[in-house]
């Protein structure tokens, strides 16, 4: 059963049937580390932070983000033995419409996921990405999530593509990428009209991995 709860703006809780998001903190790097040691070589193009001081600096930088409103962080447990995986966040949260200090974000991005090398390729992914467009549209009512990859990521750009996100284009040059290198950015996203039918299509997919 998909729920959520809201104690805070910033403590949100997103829960499945398979993962549960909670929000970043501190207290979570050890586990994090952890689960980056599995396989630190699959995060070619992803920015990871390997070791005890890199991680607390991410996850220290995070919380800044958390802090200013501009996004929500998450810890990715696996329910199958309650363990972190990995991590993700909903970031450049916008507000078009008055009040903004008070108001749910009209737009906003989902990214900065990564997940450990055993839950890489399981349902982990699909139903987190679910829980997360689910807040997104039915309970803040955004009219737009979008996703930023590097476009050398092939991986990652099929697993946007099966959520039923559009392909909008390339950004050439857009950032420097994980591996130090600059980067091209593809960028996708899912309107509210669209919401509809990606959910049936990522339900589905749910199913059939159950």
Not at 28 to 52: C, I, K, M, W
Not at 68 to 79: C, K, N, Q, V, W
Request: hydrophobic share 40%; charged share 25%; with cysteine.
């Amino acid at each position: 059963m998909l729920g959520c709860t809201m104690p805070a703006s910033d403590q949100l809780t997103l829960v499945g049937d398979h993962v549960r998001l909670e929000p970043l903190g501190l207290n979570d790097v050890p586990a994090l580390v952890a689960a980056v040691a599995e396989d630190p070589a699959s995060y070619r193009f992803s920015t990871v932070p390997q070791g005890e001081s890199a991680m607390r600096a991410w996850v220290e930088r995070a919380l800044g983000e958390r802090a200013d409103r501009a996004a929500l962080p998450f810890s990715i447990y696996s329910r199958d033995g309650e363990r972190i995986v990995g991590s993700t966040r909903f970031y450049e949260l916008q507000w078009w419409h008055p009040p903004a200090d008070d108001g749910d974000p009209d737009a906003c991005m989902i990214g900065y996921t990564w997940l450990a090398a055993s839950a890489q390729g399981t349902s982990v992914n699909t139903e987190a990405k679910l829980l997360m467009l689910t807040h997104a549209f039915e309970t803040w009512k955004v009219d737009r999530v979008g996703f930023r990859i590097d476009a050398r990521n092939e991986r990652s750009r099929a697993s946007v593509q099966r959520l039923g996100a559009t392909f909008e284009g390339v950004r050439r040059a857009e950032r420097l990428g994980a591996d130090g290198e600059l980067r091209d950015s593809a960028y996708y996203s899912i309107l509210v009209a669209e919401w509809p039918a990606a959910k049936h299509g990522l339900t589905s997919r749910l199913t059939a991995c159950s």
